[in-house]
């Protein structure tokens, strides 16, 4: 029997400001008893801000370039897997798939402690799992409030056990309701509230049951209400191009292979007719394209493009340098030609439109499977034209609105500038002291 424990509640794309005028209506009172008593704050996510990748830091405490993964779909150029052939975010991102195209580049937190994973993704190691199969039905039929109501079951019924040190749950309905509805929507506040009363459950069950335990809650990633679609495979058949991507990319052999996550994300990959000029004419197009934000690609260092802007990164070691080449497509001209360290780039970074940009532009790059060019979509936009449901609401890019992310704890922590990496050091420094 465990006197100590973690439990650490996933609100997938819950929004701070949301929150914010939730809580100035009173209308999260188990959330406000637990901030009055603790901690709030705003933490930066990754990218892609998207659920899947942007939960690897949480339990490697590792950015997910630096664990190959991309985005929640990409080309795999060595080998072929499912992730070339078809990608369903059902069977891959709620069953084992993650876990098993994560590389082993260190030990998940689950593989440290007695811990159980209940909806998440991210599992690799747990000594219980309970997978989101569950999370295909409620796509169908809508019923996500019946989705959240089984993983507050599955975590109560868990933690009255008191086996395990680590107790993860994942609530998918916030993020897909507003995928649906819109971010303001009044199903979407209600599963907000409705979340909330799953907070105050638990809280009274760690108070009768636990002597000493650490309650995380936060997000992966915001979203931003989407009024365009922009289609972006369609502009590169537009171009001439042959194209493939999710869900019709089982034949491969066309010239591209778009991969989008969270939709206002995107890898292009050439297959084949990889030329620098095509890369050019790509580039220069999209550059064109009202609700395009960010259009990155390698060439001597991490080229970044916004609108007729242009910037590069370069990487030495620990050591960032932004510089610019022709405007500021980032709004970081005071800090061009300057190397600095990861830290110092967040620090400066935090309160910009694009937080912890230049750390975060150059871990995805060091994906092996990253794309040849990487585009982002502007608020209001995003890139995919096709969806069952049409979405309303999109994220996965590296503005503000999607990187930042609330974080709320129970006990009363110096958190400073917080990354979602730096959720892994709290819990494990946690339960590491006996």
Not at 15 to 34: C, M, S, V
Not at 245 to 255: E, M, R, V
Not at 324 to 332: H, K, Q, S, T
Request: glycine share 8%.
């Amino acid at each position: 029997m465990v006197e100590k424990a973690v439990v650490f509640l996933l609100m997938d794309g819950a929004r701070g400001d949301i929150i914010n005028r939730l809580l100035a209506q009173r209308q999260l009172p188990n959330l406000e008893k637990i901030i009055q008593n603790g901690t709030y704050s705003t933490i930066t996510s990754t990218f892609p801000t998207a659920t899947g990748p942007a939960h690897i830091p949480f339990f490697l405490g590792r950015y997910p370039g630096d664990c190959n993964i991309p985005g929640i779909r990409w080309m795999e150029r060595a080998r072929k897997t499912r992730t070339q052939s078809y990608t369903s975010p059902y069977g891959y991102l709620k069953g084992d798939g993650l876990n098993e195209d994560m590389g082993r580049f260190s030990k998940t937190i689950y593989e440290k402690f007695i811990s159980a994973s209940i909806f998440e993704p991210v599992s690799r190691g747990a000594t219980k799992k309970i997978f989101a199969y569950g999370h295909f039905i409620s796509h169908i039929f809508n019923t996500w409030t019946n989705f959240d109501r089984l993983g507050l079951d599955y975590t109560t019924h868990i933690l009255r056990k008191k086996k395990f040190q680590l107790i993860v749950t994942l609530f998918a309905s916030i993020d897909e309701l507003s995928h649906r509805n819109g971010c303001m929507h009044h199903k979407v506040l209600r599963a907000y509230e409705l979340f909330d009363n799953n907070i105050g459950k638990i809280q009274r069950l760690l108070e009768d049951q636990y002597e000493d335990y650490l309650f995380i809650i936060t997000s992966d990633h915001g979203l931003t209400d989407t009024h365009t679609h922009i289609g972006l495979v369609k502009v590169l058949k537009l171009m001439g191009f042959s194209v493939r991507s999710y869900p019709l990319n089982i034949k491969n052999g066309h010239d591209l292979f778009v991969a989008e996550s969270g939709n206002s994300m995107a890898h292009i990959y050439f297959e084949k007719g990889h030329t620098d000029h095509n890369k050019e004419k790509i580039k220069k197009k999209l550059s064109n394209i009202k609700g395009i934000d960010l259009i990155l690609s390698k060439n001597g260092g991490i080229r970044i493009n916004k609108g007729d802007q242009e910037a590069i990164i370069q990487q030495s070691e620990n050591r960032y340098k932004y510089e610019m080449i022709r405007g500021d497509p980032l709004g970081l001209g005071s800090f061009s030609g300057e190397w600095l360290g990861e830290n110092k780039w967040h620090e400066i970074t935090f309160a910009s439109n694009y937080p912890d940009s230049i750390v975060q532009i150059a871990q995805i790059f060091r994906s092996a499977r990253s794309g040849d060019i990487i585009v982002t979509a502007d608020n209001g936009y995003d890139l995919r034209t096709f969806e069952i449901p049409e979405h309303r609401a999109s994220h996965g890019s590296l503005l503000k609105e999607h990187m930042n992310v609330p974080v709320i704890l129970n006990k009363k922590i110096e958190t400073g500038l917080l990354r979602t990496t730096d959720i892994y050091t709290l819990m494990n420094d946690y339960l590491e002291v006996i």
